[in-house]
């Protein structure tokens, strides 16, 4: 489901990937990994840093396949349990200082959790059953979360998850 | 100095104060007592919810000396480290949920820092030099900063400190 009852303005989806926790963690905070799957192709994620502890930056850097800028910007770490959970935001930046709101956009913070899967049949993730991977996008207010769910939230980031676990395929 | 260099946009202010730094961190964090100082006379914080851990709650309500409304608003904890560190944000609620700008408004994140003082002849603070309470106030731009600056930043905190020392005297 793409929208959670009205008041809390998330937007969450989850799947159960056959890579380990330890592999997602990599991907979400190690800027050259990151930089390998963060965007749905033809887009590309052109630089990144991640500072993965509370107060640390975590910037990224878009680019479109004709060199057009978009996506991406300077967003603030705010928890980081290895392999586990990794909660950042686009409303702060490093050292938690607040961040404008560009014209017509809006701020987010997201929610990343790793869950192993005890047993199962999948081919990969340690010989366990795989990692339960949630990712929820938390927002201010319902047209934000519309807003970001018009611009593709589910599929965009379903689409980056895919390359993410074929990294490590 | 209220204003550091341009490039942080931060109000910041510090003092000497002959409580512990167990008392400060009290003030800031328990809610009841931090009713009873928080808000220069004749203002009142009429009522506080605190949530000292990442994530949580920072809600605060000022009414003036003729009811009036003005101030406070509901926020989020950072960081939350027992009688050393507190942080939190008015750019976030509860669960990290990014909070829009009022008209007009600015957000801002508050970094209090409490750090004991060895020896010294204070009157209190367990026997010890009292100890050193650093406000910072960081902000988005420079025209927040200013006008968090004009709003009188420096004085309120001040003067709010003053009647968190007196609770303790």
Redesign the interface.
Known sequence: MPVDAAPT?DLTFQRVVPVTAAQLWQGWTHAPTLMKWFTPAPWKTIDAEIDPR??GIFRTVMRGPNGEAGGGGVGCV??AVPNRRF?W????GP???????AEGG????G?LEFEPVAGGAMGAGGGTGGTLYRATG????QA?ADQHAAMGFEVGWGLALDQLVALFA
């Open positions: 303005f509370p107060g705010l928890e909660v935001t686009t409303a702060l050292g938690y200082r607040p961040n404008p709101v809006f701020h987010f913070t929610i938390r927002h201010a207010t934000d």
